[in-house]
């Protein structure tokens, strides 16, 4: 199973990204997909996360102006950020909990990080 993250890049303060990570490889179910982001010096920290059944939860950062979906066809998560500042410039890694087999836990896989950088 792999998980691979898109969409990193520069942006002004008040603009928008939108990120997307895929999982792939051999899958029986996704139970939560997720994204943390790790800035310099900081520890990693949860942004948002969203369950197979579409409930989300935010970081208090987050809230109001991110938006995590997931399209459980294509076992992609998906983050819309808007109004970003520079406070959220970090390397944004996405994660998610994926059983390749019915009746086994799920395991915990980890994307690449993607940049994410927000000009002042």
């Known amino acids: 199973v792999q998980l691979q993250a898109f969409g990193g890049g520069l942006v002004q303060a008040g603009g928008s990204l939108r990120l997307s990570c895929a999982a792939s490889?051999?899958?029986?179910?996704?139970?939560?997909m997720g994204w943390y982001r790790q800035a310099p010096g900081k520890q990693r920290e949860l942004v948002a996360s969203?369950?197979?059944?579409?409930?989300?939860n935010y970081a208090d950062s987050a809230k109001g102006r991110f938006t995590i979906s997931r399209d459980n066809a294509k076992n992609t998560v998906y983050l819309q950020m808007n109004s970003l500042t520079p406070e959220d410039t970090a390397v944004y890694h996405c994660?998610?909990?994926?059983?390749?087999?019915?009746?086994?836990?799920?395991?915990?896989?980890w994307g690449q990080g993607t940049q994410v950088t927000v000009s002042s």
């Open positions: 969203i369950l197979s059944s579409g409930s989300a």
């Open positions: 994660n998610a909990r994926i059983a390749w087999r019915p009746g086994i836990r799920p395991d915990n896989y």
């Open positions: 490889g051999t899958i029986f179910s996704i139970p939560s």
